[in-house]
């Protein structure tokens, strides 16, 4: 059974990092994609970033381009989302989800695992 299991919100001010985590497990990830999308009230969940698995291949949505990195550790079967240069607007609750395809799929319905997912609050 996959479960993906993400750590690493918190509360945090405009400009400063922080670093999510999901651990993976129940399956070998090689021909999976990993994905971390986010959800703020009122609003639908929203692409963020994601990487292949196979070779570490990562794309990411505009609005953070230049601020978020994704990434994946195959020893640790966790992928991670180093968050720089935060802003009001990504508060959101966080999800990792994965996917068994080698594309990147930015829809969030093409995704069939999700974990359960880790608040980011950023304050002014």
């Known amino acids: 059974q996959v479960q993906l299991v993400e750590s690493g919100g918190g509360l945090v001010q405009a400009g400063g990092s922080l670093r999510l985590s999901c651990a993976a497990s129940g399956r070998t990830f090689s021909s999976y994609s990993m994905g971390w999308f986010r959800q703020a009230p009122g609003k639908e969940r929203e692409f963020v970033a994601a990487?292949?698995?196979?070779?570490?291949?990562?794309y990411s949505a505009d609005s953070v381009k230049g601020r978020f990195t994704i990434s994946r550790d195959n020893a640790e079967d966790t992928v991670y989302l180093q968050m720089n240069s935060l802003k009001r607007e990504d508060t959101a609750v966080y999800y990792c989800?994965?996917?068994?395809?080698?594309?990147?799929?930015?829809?969030?319905?093409?995704?069939?695992?999700w974990g359960q997912g880790t608040q980011v609050t950023v304050s002014s």
């Open positions: 989800a994965a996917a068994r395809t080698t594309v990147w799929f930015t829809r969030a319905a093409m995704y069939t695992y």
């Open positions: 990487v292949r698995w196979s070779d570490g291949g990562t």
